[in-house]
């Protein structure tokens, strides 16, 4: 499934008295579009998991947090290399387009996992 026809609404959610948080997954395949991810609050984190099923080479971690820029993220290698890029990370949405987020195109630098899993925390 190619991630433009993937719009992500949260497939879990839970909550107790200190947090609420959503996560679900976004298949994706070939990474020509932002997928758009409704959670239904406005978050104060975002960790985006890319899985490659296939030998794990754009295996990655995604980190961003209220107070980063948006599009800036934390990001974690297959290798443990950390890098603090500007364009590659999560973009909040506002309330007119909806409480949550998007993955950007090209999420993992070029190279394409075949699956991200994402939690958000309010």
Known sequence: MAIADNV???SSYGSDTLQSFACGKAA??????IC?????????R???I?????????????IWQLGITAASTI?????????????????????????GFTIPANQTGGVNADSIYWIAWR
């Open 50 to 62: 890319m899985i490659d099923e296939t030998d794990g080479s754009a295996d990655m971690i995604n």
């Open 28 to 33: 994706m395949g070939d990474v020509t579009a």
């Open 8 to 10: 992500v609404t949260y």
């Open 36 to 44: 758009p991810v409704y959670c239904g609050f406005q978050h104060r």
């Open 46 to 48: 975002i960790e985006l």
């Open 75 to 99: 990001m974690i290698d297959n290798a443990g290399a950390i890098t603090v890029p500007t364009t590659l990370g999560p973009t909040v949405l506002d309330n007119s387009t909806g409480e």
